[in-house]
């Protein structure tokens, strides 16, 4: 999520991938079939992308989840996902770096705000499909650059063997409690999750706040909400206050004793796709695009526990308040969200 501009424009020298895939002869701008509304349009990029033969992803996503998504779309369509996986800043300044010289990627996957960025260095293709249709409004930025396929909905988490269900708080305020002194915890990066929730108490209220639960009951910070969520598990962390929901569903299902509630509205940010504008496989990319968005993987992802931006498919947090926030809100606030978290939690420790 840390994502800054300067991230989009500094150059960390990263090497280019050896023997990058090149586009086979005679392939063909995207630009047309990227706008291409005709109802044969999966039937057109399908045979197209057959011709192409594969196509290169850059994720962060699990390599586990990646599989069971690629596996369905290679036997679906008959084209190949060749897969780089790596962490955002990793794979925004590759595609930067790529991009001043030998464009080798078909598809970003990746946060909304890197998807943002890339889209304000004009190297995602704007795209207009059928698809989108189906989406939930917040998962389409109005430059339909890319689009979210995916939400990571922080909730809070807790300790089953140290928390009480009836214990849990029902509010924020709940926390100013002294019961709650030293059980505390926070991942390190979720700064935009601090100011959404600021936000939406008031500036100066919200702020207080933060200020006199760190004061009173202190506030520990973790690095990584995989590591936050076993540490609840473990019991080192009696209730954390960020956690992607996914992930603690996922732990209480192996019978981990662990389980999750939300102080409404939870907070969602989102994951997604998009198309490189110079993808050397464009026909396959587009085709993927479709596919990340259509039902077949709106559903995978579901059953994996992500929350899908299809309003085709059934989401695992029917009924809880969400509140969606704005990939490019959140790169145009990242150097006031990141001041705003080291002085309110990092200070303190």
């Known amino acids: 999520m840390k994502l800054s501009r300067r991230s989009v424009i500094r150059g960390l020298g990263l090497c280019m991938l050896a023997g990058a895939l090149m586009p086979p002869a005679g392939a063909q701008s995207s630009h047309a079939m990227a706008s291409y509304q005709g109802g044969d349009r999966e039937q057109k990029l399908a045979a197209a992308a057959r011709k192409e033969g594969s196509l290169l992803l850059y994720t962060a996503m699990p390599r586990e989840y990646v599989t069971q998504l690629n596996d369905v779309f290679e036997k679906k369509y008959g084209v190949k996902v060749i897969v780089w996986q790596a962490v955002g800043e990793s794979i925004l300044q590759r595609v930067l770096n790529e991009n001043r010289s030998a464009p080798a990627v078909d598809v970003i996957h990746s946060t909304s705000t890197l998807l943002e960025a890339l889209a304000r260095e004009n190297i995602l293709q704007t795209i207009h499909s059928p698809v989108q249709k189906t989406l939930i409004p917040a998962a389409l930025p109005k430059n339909h650059m890319y689009a979210s396929d995916l939400q990571y909905v922080i909730v809070q988490a807790y300790n089953t063997n140290k928390v009480k269900k009836e214990d849990l708080p029902r509010t924020y305020e709940d926390l100013l409690d002294p ?17 959404s929730v600021i936000n939406d108490m008031g500036t100066e209220k919200g702020t207080q706040y933060f200020k006199d639960l760190v004061a009173g009951n202190t506030l520990s910070v973790r690095q990584g909400h ?47 796709v998009g198309v490189a504008r110079k993808a050397p496989h464009p026909n396959a990319a587009l085709l993927y695009y479709d596919y990340m968005l259509g039902p077949d993987a709106q559903a995978i992802l579901a059953r994996i526990g992500y929350p899908p931006t299809s309003t085709l498919v059934e989401s695992p947090l029917k009924g809880l308040k969400i509140k969606y926030l704005d990939g490019a809100e959140l790169l145009d606030g990242q150097a006031r969200s990141e001041a705003q978290f080291k002085t309110l939690i990092n200070s303190s420790r």
């Open 179 to 195: 019961k709650w002194k030293g059980k505390l915890s926070i991942e390190a990066s979720d700064n935009d999750w601090l100011a």
């Open 226 to 272: 995989t590591l936050l969520t076993s540490l609840v598990a473990a019991g080192e962390v009696p209730l954390a206050l960020t956690v992607y929901q996914y992930s603690a569903e996922q732990a209480r299902k192996k019978g981990a004793p662990v389980d999750w509630f939300a102080i409404e509205p939870a907070v969602s940010i989102f994951s997604g």
